[in-house]
């Protein structure tokens, strides 16, 4: 319609540029590196894109809500997450539909951003589809682990049970993530390791236990995640996947009992641009 009106002109293969009785008939196609823009977020100077705005405010909304949803149901306000974090609301709206694609946040039938509760369905749910994909995902990520890594987890966790058997939040997110993380990064489908991040929940529940209600006893944990090492250090994948998928199970029966405890308490502090709902 803005081409019909004089407005656009076609590109060829490229879409379209700005016309009008002032615009030349050729686009004009500078060099970003030759100006003079602020070009500090580049990582070299080479062509590399600027990183998306929404990236970092992504980030720090997904940090802030996986702490509170635990405690119940919230709305968001898209004007405050734009001026807490000093960005348009294009931004703001980006960012969050973005955790809407993965499923923390939501449009309302009113068509506002909610968020919450982490209930123990959305647990359930979570755990049944990583209990399916991630056995097999570590059978198939297995063989292209460095050895050396696998060595220094194996050596992380013998340093936990000897320090045991209750973890601190640092020490169990640095297991969680070595057995999580760390060893999925060798799997080659991205979008299968990608969906399987995201789908880390039981972490956030057993973080917020230990800041809100008391350490527990991790030695089960520990003992688990040394199983599956020790199965992937030996080459043996399909038993380290077989000993994932206990893990996986186990685990979620303790999580689950703790987000039932966690729901008794009263939220933390929130962030300016939540509000309760009841």
């Not at 100006?35 to 802030?64: C, F, I, Y």
């Not at 063989?143 to 340093?159: K, Q, S, T």
């Not at 995201?198 to 809100?212: A, K, S, T």
């Amino acid at each position: 319609m803005l081409a019909s009106e004089g407005l656009l002109s076609a590109l060829p293969k490229q879409g379209y540029q700005v016309s009008g009785p002032d615009i030349g008939a050729t686009a004009v196609r500078e060099n970003l590196h030759l100006l003079d823009l602020d070009l500090s977020m580049m990582t070299n100077q080479s062509n590399t894109p600027l990183a998306p705005r929404w990236g970092e405010v992504h980030d720090r909304l997904k940090g802030q809500l996986l702490n509170v949803i635990p405690f119940g149901t919230y709305q968001i306000s898209e004007s405050a997450v734009a001026e807490t974090y000093g960005v348009s609301r294009t931004v703001a709206h980006e960012a969050l539909a973005r955790l809407d694609a993965e499923g923390i946040v939501r449009k309302s039938r009113t068509s506002h951003w909610t968020a919450g509760p982490l209930s123990v369905r959305m647990l359930d749910e979570a755990q049944e589809i990583r209990i399916l994909l991630e056995p097999a995902a570590l059978v198939q990520a297995g063989p292209d682990i460095p050895r050396e890594e696998l060595l220094a987890i194996r050596a992380a966790l013998r340093n936990a049970a000897a320090d045991g058997p209750a973890l601190s939040i640092p020490r169990l997110a640095e297991l969680e993530t070595a057995l999580h993380v760390t060893c999925l990064a060798a799997l080659k489908n991205r979008k299968l390791h990608d969906l399987l991040i995201r789908l880390q929940l039981d972490h956030i529940v057993n973080e917020l236990f230990r800041r809100y209600v008391t350490t527990p006893d991790d030695r089960d944990m520990i003992a688990e995640h040394s199983l599956v090492i020790d199965h992937l250090l030996i080459g043996d994948f399909t038993g380290a996947g077989e000993a994932l998928r206990y893990h996986l199970h186990e685990d979620h029966q303790r999580t689950r009992a703790r987000l039932k405890v966690l729901s008794l308490f009263r939220e933390p502090q929130i962030a300016p641009w939540l509000s309760p709902l009841n």
